[in-house]
């Protein structure tokens, strides 16, 4: 396994050495810049060893460099996901979903548990100051190691069974993650859509860090900005992922600028790290514009030709009148299959709070009666002409771990067994209106909670409460705000909530399968036995039904598994559990996602898939090579 992985970053190094590197050339827009002195060239700014190409596929180019972007988004705090698409990483996936260096020049692994970094010797931050073994020393030592800024201590997920990495900077390019079992998950972390961001520039944070900085000049910003001293200061500078400090160095292809929306702008870094074949310096586009509107009002604008990249905000059922529109608004609708296990899954609350519910939500037998009690064909063909696909919450068809037999798995419709199941528990009581009555005299009426901010969810909603109630069983649904709505699950205040499945639909035996096992409250099936997990038994509750333990012990075998067929032959056990068991009940997938392009934007591929992770929705499609032809 060890070779294997070489191997596999060999490669990707083996192509870049063979070929001498082009002469980087400034993009026009910064000519003047460089001619002032304002800037030092292209050769100055880019690593001397800069990542070259490696878009030329599914027919894109090269092209011109010039140009801005527009793009709509529905709230503020979205323009941090320009730190997803722009996906720059440490190590990130292709298009083939394989991982590959990136901002690493190399990485060498060992027995799968010692990892070796090579930075790129150049690289800069998107400020010009050097990006070395220093910013990851400070991370470590000076942030996930300092109680005041991180109280929880070294994050869940840099661990190993709770055991952190010995960490060690080799010299100003070459760090050294050791753990002393194998952390085959620790590559998929890092090529995340939203990274652990393991560096940080140290040379930007170091003034708001007590240990380095003017104390009278932190305690100055502190009184200034009204926080509760250096620790609060520091964490509110240190905003790597949410893109809301201007100031804050960067190493991805466009930064923000100063000032809020509702316009953002956001401009190239000259020092990114990247060139075409030719040596021009990428990212092509001079910036993007993203400009925040109403939610509603995202389909209808992108309609009249108001963005040149669109898929934010945007759901299936807006691509028949996006496609009518094409022609007047200068653009074109490709369609991508979503990668999530499910566009949408109910969620039973095993660890709800609610001792009848909870041994009901408990009971296999229930959870299939829903799930059975469930028209998906209905609500395929009603809401997406067919094309998508009904069934649970499973591995899809992309995927080497696929299996038809799971995705109908008590999936399909049948009223009569649904009955017969119910009646089987003991609910066979009914009010004058037809609703089962629970044990304790309560009426089975099933309140699910969601954000609010799918319509899709809510259609399909609307189309499963007639069936359910042919069961006996009443729906009530209850929107929160997305914060809050998990912050009942996670106290085991709701009893069912609604939200889209599995992340990542399209595994390989190698992908993590830990949203599978109860070790992350983010599950909304079993929040509390995450928190047990997550917590080692600080909170929550442990893992008590032999199913989940049975998961919870793959999940680990996973982790101590030396070949893929190994991982394989458990990803499949754990994904039967969850076929079997109805954790979460599916409603369809493969529903395709609305991606519309400007007749002016190039590299752009026809065929893709959508999804977070892997994939970080648009960014394994290189922002950075996107290119203006107006």
């Known amino acids: 396994m060890r070779k294997l992985l070489k191997a596999v970053f060999a490669?990707?190094?083996?192509?870049?050495?063979?070929?001498?590197t082009p002469t980087p050339i400034d993009p026009p827009s910064l000519a003047a810049d460089v001619a002032a002195g304002a800037l030092p060239a292209a050769a100055g700014r880019v690593p001397q060893e800069p990542l070259v190409g490696g878009f030329e596929t599914l027919g894109r180019t090269t092209g011109k460099s010039g140009g801005r972007l527009r793009t709509l988004l529905p709230k503020d705090k979205d323009v941090r996901l320009l730190n997803v698409w722009g996906y720059a990483r440490l190590v990130g996936y292709d298009e083939n979903l394989q991982i590959r260096p990136d901002i690493l020049k190399a990485i060498e692994i060992t027995d799968n548990r010692i990892f070796t970094m090579h930075l790129r010797k150049g690289h800069k931050w998107s400020d010009g100051a050097p990006f070395t073994s220093e910013d990851f020393r400070y991370y470590w030592e000076d942030i996930a190691s300092n109680p005041e800024l991180t109280p929880a201590g070294i994050p869940e997920e840099l661990t190993v069974d709770g055991v952190p990495p010995v960490f060690t900077v080799i010299d100003e390019t070459t760090v050294r993650y050791e753990w002393p079992t194998p952390n085959p998950r620790f590559l998929a972390l890092l090529a995340q859509a939203r990274e652990p961001y393991i560096y940080?520039?140290?040379?930007?944070?170091?003034?708001?860090?007590?240990?380095?900085?003017?104390?009278?000049?932190?305690?100055?910003?502190?009184?200034?900005?009204?926080?509760?001293g250096w620790a609060a200061l520091h964490n509110r500078r240190d905003s790597m992922y949410d893109n809301d400090n201007s100031e804050m160095p960067s190493l991805q292809p466009f930064v923000i600028e100063p000032g809020g929306g509702p316009v953002f702008h956001f401009r190239r870094n000259p020092y990114f790290h990247r060139l075409d074949p030719y040596g021009m310096q990428l990212p092509y586009l001079d910036g993007i514009d993203v400009t925040i509107v109403e939610p509603g009002l995202i389909a209808a604008k992108t309609a009249a030709g108001d963005a040149d990249l669109q898929f934010r905000g945007l759901a299936f059922s807006d691509a028949g009148a996006l496609k009518a529109a094409e022609n007047g608004g200068g653009f074109k609708v490709k369609l991508y299959p979503v990668t999530k296990g499910a566009q949408v899954a109910l969620f039973p609350n095993l660890t709800t709070a609610d001792p009848v519910w909870r041994n009901l939500m408990r009971d296999a037998r229930f959870r299939r009666a829903l799930s059975a009690a469930i028209d998906r064909d209905d609500i395929n063909r009603s809401l997406f002409f067919g094309l998508a696909t009904a069934g649970n919450n499973t591995a899809l068809k992309e995927s080497p771990l696929y299996d038809p037999a799971r995705t109908v798995r008590d999936a399909i419709f049948d009223l009569a067994k649904a009955n017969a199941l119910l009646d089987e528990i003991g609910?066979?009581?009914?009010?004058?209106r037809g609703i089962r009555l629970l044990p304790d005299g309560r009426g089975l009426q099933i309140v699910v909670e969601t954000?609010?901010?799918?319509?899709?969810?809510?259609?399909?909603?609307?189309?499963?409460?007639?069936?359910?109630?042919?069961?006996?069983?009443?729906?009530i649904v209850r929107p929160y705000e997305r914060s809050v709505l998990r912050n009942r699950a996670y106290a085991g205040e709701s009893h069912m909530t609604v939200w889209s499945g599995f992340e990542n639909g399209v595994p390989t035996p190698s992908a993590s399968p830990d949203e599978l096992a109860p070790v992350h409250q983010e599950f909304l099936a079993w929040p509390r036995w995450g928190q047990y997990i997550a917590t080692k038994g600080a909170s929550g509750e442990a893992v008590?039904?032999?199913?989940?333990?049975?998961?919870?012990?793959l999940y680990k075998d996973w982790t101590l598994a030396t070949d893929d067929a190994a991982r394989a032959a458990i990803w499949r056990e754990m994904l039967d559990i969850h076929a079997d068991q109805q954790f979460s009940i599916g409603?369809?997938?493969?529903v395709l996602q609305p991606v519309v392009v400007s007749n002016a934007l190039r590299n752009v591929p026809q065929a893709g898939i959508f999804g977070w992770d892997p994939g970080a929705q648009f960014g394994i499609y290189r922002l950075d090579a996107l290119w203006l032809d107006r």
């Open 427 to 432: 609910l066979t009581q009914r009010d004058a």
């Open 587 to 590: 409603i369809v997938s493969g």
């Open 11 to 20: 490669l990707a190094l083996l192509g870049q050495a063979a070929a001498a």
């Open 200 to 228: 940080r520039p140290a040379h930007y944070l170091k003034r708001f860090h007590i240990k380095y900085g003017d104390k009278a000049d932190i305690d100055a910003l502190v009184a200034a900005e009204k926080v509760k």
């Open 451 to 475: 954000s609010g901010e799918s319509g899709e969810e809510a259609a399909i909603l609307e189309l499963i409460a007639p069936t359910w109630r042919k069961a006996g069983i009443g729906m």
């Open 544 to 553: 008590d039904l032999p199913e989940g333990q049975r998961l919870l012990q």
